[in-house]
């Protein structure tokens, strides 16, 4: 046995299990349920006229079938505006069944209960919904010029409107610094739709105990803390009788962040009042219609720069397609506004969105949440101006770069959190010095005019981005050590693949000198652990793992206090190493953690025979002293909570070199290089898992993702067969390099991974297809369609 600790690249333990099959996902769970099924709108915008079921009702197994009115008052009550922001003047959510109208192709308009799935899936055929079918708004520039409204009380269909500027040290706004600038340019930008798409979909299961009046349910969550007390409150059941369990989650990115989805208050609400189990499993095409998707901006971007490339002046007005609905607030752009500047140092700088309501699936995070959208539009800048002034684009990019002696840098911007934007350490030259190296670019000339010579077609791209992760307002950890030497944490927060299980031991086994074997890790189960907030926004790493270490802090000292007595020697000289507390320098005095356990948990009182016999049983003082001291609580177990005043700020730089086909267009990744940096790391293997996946993604953003809706609001590719996502073949081998800055902002040191690695990927593609093709690419992704098309029309 070996104590494994943090920093080290040790194997993710979870990985045997889920690569085996022996994962427990939530279609696993409950095989006698009965199964839920949904009849859901085939409008985009339609008012409902009349809901006939009864051809469903002679179908063998069916057992219920509910429409909005039949559903209790708070359980029918519209699903909730869950972060509300003083812009966001006009937030509307939708209710868990169509009331009345209907607004994307999808929504929920009746829930069908029976045997099996097959069963339900046939009445739901059976039931007629008689549609008055209205125009829909399809597309974000028709939706904010035209006259046809989603909501008939949002004018504009403008749900929020929000500038945020920040002026020049000489006090200048920034059309004035872009007005008096010695270059200027315009021009706009377009990311179209995506989605988190994990491979397991959304899904719910739950179970009524009628004898002690509790419920337990399980859900594909990113957030089982929430879901917990927003199924308390709608059921109207105590929160103690309501237990929420995240089983193995086969993959969030975003998506299952949002609470509650209409089915994680209806499945429950039925199981009870059925008095049987109930479980919904989400199918493909309903996750294309009726999740949520994230990515489809337009920006309009205005720059002013001098002749070295420095940024004087920029000014970004920005489209937001928000769907039919705002159930995550206006956090999306916001992350876009705000995290637009990436590593630079801007003259001055405006910004400002109008977040928009089509008649489409609703917008909420995914993976990168706003922020590849922002490197688009920072790095298509830079790029922009190397191309006006005929710079090389790195040059341009180091003139703009934040010192590494600025830090604490304030942006001048307010976050996602409402905290000022504070990047709190980096060291980006650093990063750009690593990044160009291992890609090799100042060498590239010379591989281009190789390939160039043998009638091949390179180019090579480099995208630069900051990351707020960690983001509060809390997270928790309990960690007790039982008298059997084993080590138990748990955390609220969820996990979907992330390898909490692993780095949360690392932590546990580093901060307690406790073997890794000898540590188990539980994530998103209410039973175990009741206070979270959820995994999302690249925090588990922060905000538990700094939680977790300070509950083992707690756990090391009173477990040295108890040993110290035991051992008759002085807190401050002992240790604890393998498990066993030493007194440091006289290796014979140990004791293991496991007899502090049993001894912090006193089950009788101790016959002192040796006191007793001198004092003829007259009290002693050590008699006098009740078995558990003052203040102290029996068992070696600690709870504590990590707060940050406000994020962390990862950051890193990708650089590619792509082929493109001068005959078919065909783009093909050669090379992909990533600098990363998120201060202190815990697993340095499961860090590159992350960014690899997330280049992944990336890579799929770029080049394959996007929601082709028609004017009808119908989604035309709402299936994997017409869905393009990379597969392996398509994804490069990813060359990591790491630059550790700790963050000063917590315990620990460190700053968030999860996200980084899809961020500024389709503007590394962008930038090396543009350097091959000598073709303005503004609008991704790209295909070789697209890209056939742009040669065409150059
Ligand atoms: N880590 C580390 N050292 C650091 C930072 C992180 O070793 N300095 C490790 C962490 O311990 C953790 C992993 O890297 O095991 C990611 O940590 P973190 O950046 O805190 O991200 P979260 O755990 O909060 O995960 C959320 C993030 C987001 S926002 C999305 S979306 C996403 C992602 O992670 N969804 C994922 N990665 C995913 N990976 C999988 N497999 N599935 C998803 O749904």
């Given amino acids: 046995m070996t104590t494994r600790m943090f920093g080290e690249p040790v194997l993710r333990r979870e990985d045997p299990r889920l690569l085996t099959g022996q994962g427990r996902y939530l279609d696993d769970l409950g095989p006698r349920a009965l199964a839920a099924a949904f009849v859901r709108s085939p409008h985009a915008s339609a008012r409902i006229r009349d809901i006939d ?3 469903a009702l002679d179908v063998e ?53 029976a045997r099996d799935r097959y069963l339900a899936e046939d009445a739901c055929a059976l039931i007629r919904v008689d549609y008055e079918v209205l125009k829909p708004v399809v597309g974000v520039e028709e939706a904010a010029h035209g006259g046809l409204l989603v909501h008939a009380d949002v004018p504009g269909n403008a749900g929020a409107h929000l500038v945020q500027e920040v002026p020049s040290a000489a006090g200048l706004g920034a059309g004035e610094a872009i007005g008096r600038a010695p270059h200027e340019l315009s021009f706009r930008l377009d990311i179209e739709r995506s989605a988190s798409m994990p491979l397991e979909g959304r899904g719910v299961y739950a179970r009524w105990d009628a004898d002690d009046r509790s419920l337990r349910v399980y859900s594909s969550t990113q957030t089982s803390t929430s879901v917990r007390m927003a199924i308390a409150a709608r059921l109207g059941l105590p929160l103690p009788s309501v237990e929420v369990i995240a089983p193995d989650v086969g993959g969030g990115f975003g998506v299952k962040i949002v609470h509650p989805w209409p089915e994680e208050v209806l499945v429950p609400w039925a199981a009870i009042l059925l008095g049987q189990e109930v479980k919904w499993t989400e199918d493909r ?5 009726s999740a949520a998707h994230e990515r489809g901006q337009v920006h309009f971007v205005r720059v002013g720069f001098d002749d070295e490339g420095r940024v004087l002046g920029l000014d970004v007005t920005i489209l937001h397609d928000h769907g039919a609905y705002t159930p995550y607030g206006i956090i999306v752009p916001i992350i876009t506004a705000t995290q637009l500047l990436g590593p630079y140092r801007i003259g001055a700088y405006r910004v400002e969105f109008t977040s928009i309501y089509t008649n489409t699936v609703q917008v909420t995070p995914y993976r990168g949440a706003g922020r590849p959208q922002a490197v688009f539009c920072m790095e298509r800048t830079m790029d922009h101006i190397a191309a006006h002034l005929g710079l090389d684009r790195t040059a341009v990019r180091a003139a703009n770069l934040i010192q590494p002696d600025e830090f604490p840098y304030d942006q001048g911007l307010i976050f996602q959190d409402g905290r000022p934007l504070i990047y709190d350490s980096g060291d980006y030259p650093e990063s750009l010095r690593m990044i160009k190296e291992l890609i090799g670019w100042d060498g590239f000339p010379a591989v281009r005019a190789a390939a160039e010579a043998q009638g091949r077609r390179l180019g090579i791209g480099i995208g630069c981005y ?24 748990s955390t609220g927060l969820t996990s979907q693949g992330q390898g909490h299980e ?8 580093a901060e307690l000198g406790v073997p890794l074997e000898r540590i188990s890790v539980v994530t998103g189960d209410t039973r175990r652990f009741g206070y979270a907030v959820g995994t999302f926004a690249s925090r588990a790493a922060v905000m538990s793992g700094n939680a977790i270490a300070l509950a083992c802090r707690k756990v090391r000292a009173k477990a040295l206090r108890i040993a110290a007595d035991a051992l008759e020697a002085d807190p401050g000289d002992l240790e604890i190493s393998e498990g066993v507390v030493r007194v440091a320098g006289s290796p014979g005095a140990s004791i293991p953690l496991a007899t502090v356990a049993t001894l912090a948990n006193p089950l009788r ?23 558990v001291a003052e203040g102290e609580e029996p068992g070696l177990e600690g709870r504590d909570y990590y707060s940050p005043i406000r994020s962390t700020f990862a950051s890193g730089m990708h650089a590619a070199i792509v082929e493109t086909d001068p005959e078919t267009a065909e783009i093909k990744i050669l090379r992909y290089a990533v600098v990363h940096d998120c201060g202190k790391l815990i697993n340095p293997m499961i860090v590159e898992g992350q960014i690899h996946g997330g280049v992944a993604q990336g890579v799929g953003g770029a080049l394959y993702e996007r929601m082709v809706y028609d004017s009808h609001g119908q989604l035309l590719n709402a299936s994997f067969m017409d869905f393009l996502m990379p597969y392996a073949t398509e994804i490069p081998h990813v060359e990591t390099a790491h630059l550790e800055t700790p963050s000063p902002l917590n315990p620990l040191g460190i700053k968030g991974a999860g996200e980084a690695g899809v961020i500024p990927v389709s503007a590394v593609i962008a930038s090396a297809i543009e350097d091959a093709e000598g073709i303005v690419i503004d609008r991704m992704p790209i295909s070789p369609s697209d890209l056939f098309h742009l040669r065409a029309t150059r």
């Fill in 605 to 627: 009182y101790a016959f002192d025979e040796q006191a007793a016999r001198a004092t003829q049983f007259a009290a002693t003082p050590a008699m006098d002293r009740p078995p």
């Fill in 61 to 113: 197994g069916l057992v219920a079938v509910y429409t909005w009115e039949d559903l209790p008052e708070q359980v029918g009550a519209p699903l909730p505006l869950l972060i509300p922001h003083p812009a966001l003047t006009h937030g509307r959510t939708a209710y868990p069944l169509a009331r009345d109208l209907v607004r994307h192709v999808g929504e929920p308009v009746v829930m069908v209960v």
């Fill in 466 to 489: 900051v990351e707020g992760t960690g983001v509060g307002p809390y997270e928790g950890g309990h960690v007790q050590v039982t008298s059997d030497g084993r080590v138990h944490v």
């Fill in 285 to 289: 095409r309903e996750h294309f219609i």
């Fill in 53 to 55: 079921v009864s051809g």
């Fill in 502 to 509: 692993t780095a949360f031991a690392q932590i546990a086994a």
